[in-house]
């Protein structure tokens, strides 16, 4: 094992979280047990009175978690320079089995805790507590994907061993290997950015139609939910390779560095924002209907989608912009 | 109507000190009407009014107010809840030393940040209503039991609460200012106001506005 600075600050963020979201877990099962709000029990009267504590601190555990994502991809990336072979952070995550397991998790458990986040926020909003039993079964969800998640970490970084000779992003992100990284360089920039323009707009439109009509909020969350990918997929197959001026460099996290102006970080922080926000929206819209929400949810659904659509637009407009202002010409051979 | 149900209130639970102050009462108080609680100290009449006011919970039972069930709010809504349908009197007034009896009357309407000219005159409506204009930019500390007392009602009544509550207020005036505090109390009965008063003093339980007389003893009803 390395040990950093970051790489400490993951395992205990992780460590700690779980271990609130455990001790929470078990109030959590006592909520979806005993709760009742039209008793006076003294049971009831005890949920009703740790509820607001346990929630704030499940809030703070998992907006750690939420921000560790961010960690985990910096020093990933910070960390190349100790291993044989890796140019970014695509060979730093290749050095073990565990190192892409572990980011696909931080990712899922990115967007589970923001879903979350943003129900608990608006039950907060709520005097009738009426969203308590969905946000502490989700908790029960959420807690073992944080386990698992921490537990891949730690393995990926107690097998971060530098003698071994990791291949680069340069391998992995080719037409011409083996796995779903090759298979996602290997789509065709016309086909990506045809997907690309066109979830966007759907993305666009869908958000537009939810703020002008307050309708169709499935629709808009199930758009992002087609974007993100297909954001993830255009950047690797085609955005890259206008940034790096290179029509054979896919690497998504070469982008990140310095060399690049970290145009990287301009392109995923508000796509993944974005996103967690539209799933918000999808998430918080149904509640409409109960009268303690109404005003909460068209308030914050409102703002969520503005905030989204702002996203999006930032995304698509970067993405652009690393596409026009390149030197990269590929007339003629891929348009 | 105020409906209190099964409410028990203890202190220290677990404890070898452990207290029930009240002990599963069970109560309607109507509203636009005087009531007072009576009862000997220890007899758990202030516990019963500070969870009535929402300043403390109880360890179990409901309090409804209307339809609400004021025991099962967040604390964010308690706070709205105090502020917006509670006026309270204290015993010792809990006045801010230091302050003038004008600042002191507008202190409960700051954390709403409203309209400062148009709170400075609905200030001073309420010190002209109760007789305390020509003391607005007096000290509190200068204050007689009497003004006191009318500056702190006056404080209560800022928000426009539709209940108030007033615990023990005769406990530091002599007879006369006691009855003039009963006087108050009658035009305030008389503008709709619901009111809530804990007290063991005859002045305040034999008053005529006084609709009813609710006597707790251990923590318990005993006469309603």
């Not at chain 1, 978690?65 to 985990?72: G, M, R, Y």
């Not at chain 1, 206008?242 to 508000?270: A, M, N, R």
């Not at chain 1, 209907?289 to 970067?318: C, E, P, Q």
């Not at chain 2, 020509?134 to 500390?141: F, L, M």
Request: charged letters at 15%.
């Amino acid at each position: 094992m390395l040990l950093s600075p970051a790489i400490l600050a993951l395992i205990g963020v992780s460590a700690v979280v779980t271990a609130l979201l455990l001790l929470a877990a078990v109030f959590a099962v006592r909520v979806l047990r005993h709760w009742d709000l039209q008793s006076g029990s003294e049971l009831q009267l005890r949920l009703e009175r740790s509820t607001y504590l346990i929630s704030t601190l499940v809030t703070f555990a998992i907006a750690a978690e939420v921000v560790a994502l961010l960690l985990f991809v910096y020093n990933a990336e910070s960390m190349h320079t100790q291993f044989v072979g890796a140019m970014c952070a695509t060979g730093v995550l290749n050095v073990n089995a565990w190192g892409w397991p572990a980011l696909l998790l931080k990712i899922t458990v990115f967007f589970t805790g923001s879903v979350w986040l943003l129900l608990n926020r608006l039950d907060n909003q709520g005097y009738d507590y009426p969203l308590i039993r969905l946000k502490y079964g989700l908790l029960l969800v959420l807690l073992p994907l944080v386990a698992v998640s921490g537990l891949v970490q730690l393995q990926y970084f107690l097998n971060l061993n530098p003698d071994v000779i990791t291949s680069c992003c340069g391998s992995l992100f080719s037409p011409n290997a083996q796995g779903v990284a090759a298979e996602v360089s290997a789509v065709t920039p016309r086909d990506a950015m045809l997907a690309l323009y066109g979830s966007g707009v759907l993305v666009l439109a869908s958000g537009a139609v939810y703020l002008r009509r307050r309708r169709f909020a499935t629709l808009f969350a199930a758009s992002a939910t087609i974007a993100f990918p297909v954001a993830i997929v255009a950047i690797v197959s085609s955005v890259a390779l206008y940034v790096y001026e290179h029509p054979h460099h896919h690497c998504p996290f070469c982008i990140l560095k310095g060399g690049h102006d970290y145009i990287g970080y301009w392109l995923y922080i508000p796509l993944f924002s974005a996103t967690a926000l539209a799933l918000g929206v999808g998430a918080l819209a149904p509640w409409h209907n109960i009268a303690s929400l109404r005003t909460a949810v068209a308030a914050d659904a409102r703002r969520y989608t503005m905030i989204a659509l702002t996203g999006f637009a930032l995304f698509y407009a970067v993405a652009t912009y690393a596409i026009v202002r390149s030197n990269l010409t590929m007339a003629g051979t891929w348009w | 109507m105020i409906k209190i149900h099964d409410i028990s209130k203890v202190f220290n639970q677990g404890q070898p000190n452990e207290f029930w102050a009240v002990r599963g009462i069970t109560l309607d108080i109507d509203v636009k009407r005087v009531t007072v609680l009576r009862g000997p100290s220890g007899s758990g009449k202030t516990t019963l009014l500070s969870m009535i006011g929402c300043l403390s919970r109880p360890t179990s039972g409901r309090i409804f107010l209307g339809e609400r069930n004021l025991s099962g709010l967040p604390e964010r809504f308690l706070t709205q809840i105090r502020r917006e349908t509670f006026g309270f009197i204290f015993q010792r007034f809990n006045l801010i030393q230091g302050l003038t009896v004008l600042d002191n009357v507008m202190l409960p309407a700051y954390p709403l940040a409203p309209d400062h000219g148009a709170l400075v005159q609905q200030a001073h409506a309420l010190l002209e209503q109760f007789g305390m204009a020509a003391k607005r930019e007096s000290k509190v500390e200068w204050l007689s039991g009497g003004e006191a007392q009318r500056t702190a009602i006056c404080r209560a009544l800022l928000n426009d609460p539709q209940v108030l509550i007033a615990d023990e207020p005769t406990a530091n005036l002599d007879t006369r200012l006691s009855q003039e505090f009963m006087h108050i109390i009658d035009e305030l009965k008389a503008a709709g106001r619901t009111i809530i008063l804990t007290s063991h003093d005859p002045v305040v339980s034999d008053a005529a506005c006084v609709d009813r007389v609710i006597t707790l003893r251990d923590g318990q009803v005993q006469d309603s």
